[in-house]
């Protein structure tokens, strides 16, 4: 462990042990340097590392603070290091989703409220009247996804699949965009997890998000297989010459 590592620890320590609760303000950097042993060039550059791991917030003119500690706020950089990701991580990814949305659907199915049943349902008319539109389909897409995993309440499991959807969208615009049949097929299987969730039917509901996301993933493989496909940051209808066909991914 590096002198910095083990500055690091020491500050985390204190916020685990609750001396350093959420939301709290450090004490001056000299003072905490001293309390801890450390020297001051140690206890910036632990500082300077908690920032960037979101542990941390400098207020300018103000100090630094403990953060929410929230899931979305320490997890919400997932989503910076998934966008680094190359080649077969995709399908790495794409095998996360597979493990984890599927459950978060059927426990969405035993909690959903009449209100989030309604988002989800907005998102579904919104991707039903944007067809012919891909990017649009997709940003609907996208939302009545994230609508269905909030259902669940849990908030570390909505920021983990949020984190990785970013490089699936790109993928799904590419695919909407040479299969003709995506977006009959896409819709046929987002109103099968909306008919579960309207049933409360949480087996119903994990078994519809399955058979989409396989359909996803199988895709993938055989395009990443057979023309090396790996999506690229930035990829939009705009950017890719091949516009034949319409659909989605998701």
Do not use: C
């Amino acid at each position: 462990m590096s002198l910095t590592d083990k500055a690091i620890d020491r500050i985390r320590d204190l916020i685990q042990s609750g001396e350093l609760p959420p939301g709290s303000k450090l004490p001056p950097e000299q003072q905490l340097a001293a309390e801890l042993g450390l020297s001051r060039n140690l206890m910036r550059e632990a500082v300077k590392a908690l920032v960037v791991a979101r542990v941390l917030e400098i207020r300018r003119g103000d100090g630094t603070y403990v953060t929410s500690l929230e899931p979305e706020v320490l997890l919400g950089s997932i989503a910076s290091a998934v966008e680094l990701l190359h080649g077969d991580t995709l399908l790495e990814l794409t095998e996360v989703r597979r493990l984890f949305e599927p459950v978060a659907t059927g426990l969405a199915a035993t909690r959903i409220s009449d209100s989030e049943l309604a988002v989800v349902e907005k998102h579904l008319d919104a991707m039903r009247a944007a067809r012919d539109d891909v990017e649009l389909l997709n940003e609907h897409d996208a939302a009545f996804h994230r609508a269905v995993v909030a259902a669940t309440g849990n908030a570390t499991l909505t920021t983990l699949l949020e984190g990785i959807s970013g490089r699936t969208v790109r993928s799904r615009v590419w695919r909407g965009l040479v299969d003709d049949n995506a977006a009959s097929r896409t819709l046929a299987e987002h109103e099968a997890i909306y008919n579960a969730l309207v049933d409360r039917d949480a087996t119903v509901a994990q078994a519809a998000a399955l058979m989409h996301i396989t359909t996803t993933e199988r895709w993938l493989r055989e395009h990443v297989d057979r023309d090396g496909y790996n999506p690229s940051p930035g990829v939009t209808s705009r950017s890719i010459p091949t516009s034949h066909g319409r659909g989605d991914l998701r």
